[in-house]
């Protein structure tokens, strides 16, 4: 009788233990979630997270709180979720710059893959490359003309060094013996600013950033880096199409928790963002810039970003860029 009896006492040991996190899950949220932008208001960061909060904050009946922690390509964001308490009442959404820190920014205060828990792989996007409306390119062919014509003479900007554009666009120059000059900006809303204003002759940011500027005039659109045409922007071709043959680089966007949070707050917090997706209205918000929505879950986000590392990496240190160039 005595086994029966501690059988069953382990037995409901063994329960609570596990229908605890479900039930923690089933509680969350219980309370007002942050969700840190880890780049300034104005850029596509910003805006995909302030689209996911508002939407969040309808399903689930609590408010989800955008605060924008700019800097250092992101890193200054990405260590602030990183540190955060992992109760399920931080997240980040992170950009293509994510998978290109650990390589670029020596001593960073956190590990990207040991101390951030993947949520969710949201989407990729072309990248454009733009000109003021004022600019002589018609298009990119223009553009590798021009740099050939007086090497270093060509500018552009990118949402900061180390960027995904700044990448590509190094990355391009280097297959074809060219040489740019980057302007680094503190993210897409500044980039746009100048970029609108004729303070940068050339912009690269994503489909997303540039296409409603595109629209309205102020710039315009030379040239894509997926590897065919954006539906976004028809009529603009490839840049692989226009000299930089076999060319493709894709812009990101990812939801992260610190790491420690709970396993069922983070599917359950993938779960919503998924249900977020297949709302028209936002699903529309994000397609129409370009974004082609994935909607991965954490492990595919994982596999993904630790793809992008390796990539990145080594464009990195082939190019010798460092935070601040």
Do not use: C
Request: aromatic share 6%; charged share 15%; no cysteine.
């Amino acid at each position: 009788m005595r086994n029966a009896a501690r059988l069953a006492a382990s037995f409901a040991v063994a329960l609570a233990a596990l229908s605890a996190p479900l039930a923690q899950a089933q509680a969350w949220p219980a309370k007002s979630v942050r969700i840190i932008a880890v780049f300034p208001p104005g850029g596509s960061v910003d805006q995909v997270s302030r689209i996911f909060a508002a939407q969040l904050t309808t399903q689930l009946g609590q408010q989800f709180v955008v605060e924008n922690k700019g800097g250092a390509s992101g890193s200054i964001g990405a260590a602030a979720v990183a540190q955060a308490a992992p109760d399920g009442y931080t997240f980040g959404l992170v950009f293509d710059t994510h998978g290109v820190n650990p390589s670029l920014i020596p001593n960073m205060s956190f590990d990207t893959t040991k101390d951030l828990a993947p949520v969710m792989l949201v989407g990729t996007s072309p990248m454009a490359i733009v000109a003021h409306a004022g600019q002589p390119y018609k298009d990119f062919r223009d553009v590798l003309a021009a740099a050939k014509a007086k090497p270093g003479a060509v500018s552009f900007g990118s949402i900061g060094t180390g960027s995904l554009g700044h990448l590509a666009m190094a990355q391009a120059g280097n297959q074809l013996g060219l040489e740019f000059n980057h302007i680094p900006y503190k993210g897409g809303g500044p980039l746009m600013i100048d970029a609108v204003g004729g303070q940068v002759p050339l912009a690269i940011g994503t489909v997303f950033l540039v296409n409603p500027h595109v629209k309205g005039g102020k710039v315009k659109a030379l040239g894509v880096t997926s590897a065919k045409a954006s539906p976004q922007m028809p009529g603009v071709a490839p840049i692989a199409d226009q000299g930089v043959p076999g060319f493709s680089a894709l812009a990101w966007w990812g939801v992260i928790a610190p790491a420690g949070t709970p396993a069922p707050i983070v599917k359950r917090m993938h779960e919503e963002l998924a249900k977020a997706l297949k709302v028209p209205a936002v699903a529309e918000k994000l397609t129409a810039q370009g974004m082609e929505i994935v909607g991965g879950g954490p492990e595919e986000m994982d596999r993904f970003l630790k793809s992008e590392i390796a990539r990145w990496a080594k464009v990195v240190k082939d190019n010798k860029i460092k935070a601040g160039d």
